[in-house]
Protein backbone atom coordinates (compact mmCIF):
# COMPACT_ATOMS: atom_id res chain seq x y z
CA UNK A 1 0.00 0.00 0.00
CA UNK A 2 2.99 2.27 -0.07
CA UNK A 3 2.77 3.39 -3.54
CA UNK A 4 -1.52 4.60 -2.47
CA UNK A 5 0.04 6.29 0.35
CA UNK A 6 2.74 8.26 -1.62
CA UNK A 7 0.08 9.65 -4.55
CA UNK A 8 -2.58 10.21 -1.24
CA UNK A 9 0.01 12.19 0.44
CA UNK A 10 1.36 13.98 -2.67
CA UNK A 11 -2.15 15.36 -3.49
CA UNK A 12 -3.99 16.09 -0.33
CA UNK A 13 -5.44 19.39 -0.23
CA UNK A 14 -7.13 21.58 2.17
CA UNK A 15 -8.07 25.03 2.75
CA UNK A 16 -7.80 27.99 1.06
CA UNK A 17 -4.59 29.88 -0.06
CA UNK A 18 -4.32 33.35 1.58
CA UNK A 19 -0.58 33.82 1.61
CA UNK A 20 1.70 35.83 -0.83
CA UNK A 21 3.15 33.43 -3.16
CA UNK A 22 6.37 33.00 -5.27
CA UNK A 23 5.33 34.64 -8.70
CA UNK A 24 7.87 32.21 -10.30
CA UNK A 25 6.91 29.08 -8.95
CA UNK A 26 3.52 29.54 -10.14
CA UNK A 27 4.05 30.78 -13.06
CA UNK A 28 5.80 27.13 -13.48
CA UNK A 29 3.00 25.59 -11.38
CA UNK A 30 0.45 26.94 -13.76
CA UNK A 31 1.65 25.89 -16.65
CA UNK A 32 2.51 22.14 -15.70
CA UNK A 33 -1.86 22.45 -14.22
CA UNK A 34 -2.40 23.83 -18.18
CA UNK A 35 -0.07 21.43 -20.22
CA UNK A 36 -1.68 18.50 -17.96
CA UNK A 37 -5.24 19.85 -18.75
CA UNK A 38 -4.43 19.48 -22.70
CA UNK A 39 -4.09 16.05 -22.42
CA UNK A 40 -6.63 13.39 -23.30
CA UNK A 41 -5.09 10.80 -21.67
CA UNK A 42 -1.65 10.17 -20.20
CA UNK A 43 -0.20 6.60 -19.35
CA UNK A 44 3.11 7.17 -16.54
CA UNK A 45 5.64 4.17 -15.68
CA UNK A 46 7.30 4.91 -12.26
CA UNK A 47 9.28 4.61 -9.97
CA UNK A 48 8.45 4.80 -6.17
CA UNK A 49 11.66 4.58 -3.66
CA UNK A 50 11.11 4.99 0.86
CA UNK A 51 13.74 6.26 2.64
CA UNK A 52 13.62 5.54 6.57
CA UNK A 53 15.17 8.17 8.52
CA UNK A 54 18.00 6.89 9.67
CA UNK A 55 19.21 5.96 6.27
CA UNK A 56 19.30 2.50 6.43
CA UNK A 57 16.55 0.99 4.77
CA UNK A 58 15.71 1.90 1.47
CA UNK A 59 13.13 0.44 -0.62
CA UNK A 60 12.66 0.87 -4.43
CA UNK A 61 9.29 -0.67 -6.59
CA UNK A 62 8.01 0.00 -9.58
CA UNK A 63 4.45 0.88 -11.32
CA UNK A 64 2.23 2.65 -13.54
CA UNK A 65 -0.83 4.59 -13.93
CA UNK A 66 -3.20 5.88 -16.60
CA UNK A 67 -5.29 8.98 -16.75
CA UNK A 68 -7.96 10.00 -18.79
CA UNK A 69 -10.51 12.94 -17.20
CA UNK A 70 -11.52 11.71 -13.64
CA UNK A 71 -10.57 8.30 -14.29
CA UNK A 72 -7.31 6.51 -13.15
CA UNK A 73 -5.62 3.11 -13.45
CA UNK A 74 -2.85 1.98 -11.09
CA UNK A 75 -1.11 -0.96 -11.31
CA UNK A 76 1.47 -2.03 -8.60
CA UNK A 77 2.69 -5.94 -9.47
CA UNK A 78 5.61 -5.63 -6.24
CA UNK A 79 2.44 -4.65 -4.03
CA UNK A 80 0.10 -7.02 -5.88
CA UNK A 81 -2.34 -4.56 -6.49
CA UNK A 82 -4.46 -3.06 -8.98
CA UNK A 83 -7.14 0.15 -8.30
CA UNK A 84 -9.40 0.94 -11.24
CA UNK A 85 -11.13 3.99 -10.78
CA UNK A 86 -14.20 5.90 -12.84
CA UNK A 87 -16.89 7.98 -12.23
CA UNK A 88 -18.62 5.80 -10.40
CA UNK A 89 -16.77 3.47 -8.46
CA UNK A 90 -13.22 2.20 -7.29
CA UNK A 91 -11.96 -1.13 -7.70
CA UNK A 92 -8.84 -2.60 -6.00
CA UNK A 93 -7.94 -5.76 -6.83
CA UNK A 94 -5.60 -7.97 -4.63
CA UNK A 95 -4.09 -10.35 -6.66
CA UNK A 96 -2.20 -12.63 -3.97
CA UNK A 97 -6.22 -13.14 -2.67
CA UNK A 98 -7.82 -12.70 -6.12
CA UNK A 99 -10.39 -10.16 -4.46
CA UNK A 100 -11.67 -7.04 -5.28
CA UNK A 101 -12.70 -4.23 -3.26
CA UNK A 102 -15.55 -1.98 -4.59
CA UNK A 103 -16.16 1.28 -3.00
CA UNK A 104 -18.35 4.35 -3.99
CA UNK A 105 -16.68 7.57 -5.17
CA UNK A 106 -17.31 10.67 -3.57
CA UNK A 107 -15.41 14.00 -3.56
CA UNK A 108 -13.36 13.43 -1.00
CA UNK A 109 -11.85 10.17 -2.39
CA UNK A 110 -11.50 11.35 -5.39
CA UNK A 111 -9.69 14.42 -3.75
CA UNK A 112 -7.46 11.76 -1.94
CA UNK A 113 -6.54 8.99 -4.17
CA UNK A 114 -7.16 10.60 -7.69
CA UNK A 115 -3.21 10.73 -8.81
CA UNK A 116 -4.35 13.36 -11.95
CA UNK A 117 -4.50 15.53 -8.76
CA UNK A 118 -0.73 15.35 -8.41
CA UNK A 119 -0.30 18.31 -10.88
CA UNK A 120 -2.60 20.88 -9.35
CA UNK A 121 -1.82 20.15 -5.76
CA UNK A 122 -0.54 23.50 -5.55
CA UNK A 123 -4.05 25.25 -6.21
CA UNK A 124 -5.22 25.12 -2.41
CA UNK A 125 -3.75 24.86 0.79
CA UNK A 126 0.33 25.23 -0.02
CA UNK A 127 2.45 27.61 0.16
CA UNK A 128 5.17 27.53 -2.52
CA UNK A 129 8.68 28.56 -3.39
CA UNK A 130 10.60 28.48 -6.44
CA UNK A 131 14.15 26.82 -5.66
CA UNK A 132 16.30 26.43 -8.57
CA UNK A 133 16.87 24.38 -11.19
CA UNK A 134 18.47 20.26 -11.29
CA UNK A 135 19.13 18.06 -13.98
CA UNK A 136 17.33 14.52 -14.00
CA UNK A 137 18.32 11.73 -16.82
CA UNK A 138 19.94 14.78 -18.56
CA UNK A 139 16.59 17.01 -18.83
CA UNK A 140 16.86 20.18 -16.62
CA UNK A 141 13.90 20.80 -14.22
CA UNK A 142 12.85 23.29 -12.65
CA UNK A 143 12.17 22.73 -8.18
CA UNK A 144 10.04 24.06 -6.63
CA UNK A 145 8.92 23.52 -2.55
CA UNK A 146 5.65 23.36 -1.36
CA UNK A 147 4.36 23.45 2.11
CA UNK A 148 1.05 22.73 3.58
CA UNK A 149 -0.59 25.19 5.24
CA UNK A 150 -2.32 22.87 7.98
CA UNK A 151 0.70 22.49 10.27
CA UNK A 152 -1.04 19.32 11.19
CA UNK A 153 -0.65 17.17 8.01
CA UNK A 154 1.86 13.99 8.17
CA UNK A 155 4.18 15.81 6.09
CA UNK A 156 6.42 18.84 6.33
CA UNK A 157 7.02 19.33 2.23
CA UNK A 158 6.50 18.22 -1.29
CA UNK A 159 9.10 18.67 -3.42
CA UNK A 160 8.78 19.11 -7.39
CA UNK A 161 10.82 18.83 -10.15
CA UNK A 162 9.21 20.27 -13.33
CA UNK A 163 10.78 19.53 -16.79
CA UNK A 164 11.82 23.13 -18.03
CA UNK A 165 10.70 22.33 -21.61
CA UNK A 166 7.64 20.18 -21.45
CA UNK A 167 6.12 21.02 -18.41
CA UNK A 168 5.64 17.87 -17.33
CA UNK A 169 6.51 16.37 -13.70
CA UNK A 170 10.28 14.62 -13.53
CA UNK A 171 10.00 13.64 -9.77
CA UNK A 172 8.11 14.28 -6.72
CA UNK A 173 9.41 13.95 -2.58
CA UNK A 174 7.61 13.76 0.02
CA UNK A 175 9.03 14.21 3.03
CA UNK A 176 7.47 13.17 6.49
CA UNK A 177 7.75 14.97 9.95
CA UNK A 178 8.90 11.01 10.93
CA UNK A 179 11.79 11.55 9.33
CA UNK A 180 10.74 8.94 6.02
CA UNK A 181 11.14 10.10 2.52
CA UNK A 182 8.90 9.20 -0.79
CA UNK A 183 10.24 9.94 -3.76
CA UNK A 184 8.27 9.20 -7.23
CA UNK A 185 10.26 9.43 -10.15
CA UNK A 186 8.54 9.25 -13.57
CA UNK A 187 10.01 6.89 -15.85
CA UNK A 188 8.37 7.13 -19.29
CA UNK A 189 5.42 9.07 -20.49
CA UNK A 190 2.89 8.57 -22.82
CA UNK A 191 -0.20 11.46 -24.03
CA UNK A 192 -3.41 11.06 -25.85
CA UNK A 193 -3.28 7.49 -26.27
CA UNK A 194 -6.65 5.65 -26.75
CA UNK A 195 -8.23 4.38 -23.76
CA UNK A 196 -11.89 2.77 -23.75
CA UNK A 197 -13.97 3.68 -20.79
CA UNK A 198 -13.84 0.50 -19.79
CA UNK A 199 -10.20 0.45 -19.38
CA UNK A 200 -10.90 2.32 -16.29
CA UNK A 201 -13.36 -0.80 -14.53
CA UNK A 202 -12.68 -3.66 -13.01
CA UNK A 203 -14.12 -6.89 -15.29
CA UNK A 204 -14.36 -10.08 -13.14
CA UNK A 205 -14.73 -12.19 -16.13
CA UNK A 206 -11.18 -11.11 -16.73
CA UNK A 207 -10.39 -12.57 -12.72
CA UNK A 208 -11.77 -16.31 -12.57
CA UNK A 209 -13.42 -16.98 -9.60
CA UNK A 210 -12.40 -13.52 -8.09
CA UNK A 211 -14.05 -13.09 -4.71
CA UNK A 212 -16.44 -9.55 -4.77
CA UNK A 213 -16.46 -7.53 -1.75
CA UNK A 214 -19.06 -4.97 -2.42
CA UNK A 215 -18.78 -2.38 0.18
CA UNK A 216 -20.92 0.33 -1.60
Request: hydrophobic share 35%; net charge neutral; aromatic share 12%.
Amino acid sequence: MKAVFLFSVLILVTGSLFAQQDTNAKEILDKLSQTSKSYKTIQIDFSFTLENKTGSITETNEGSVALKGKSYRLHMPAMGMEVFSNSVATWSYLTESNEVNITENDADSEAALNPANLFTIYEKGFNYTYIGEESIGGKTSQVIDLFPIDKAKEFTKVRLYVDKIKYQILRAKTFNKDGNVYTLSMKNMKTDQILADDYFKFDPAKYPKVEINDMR
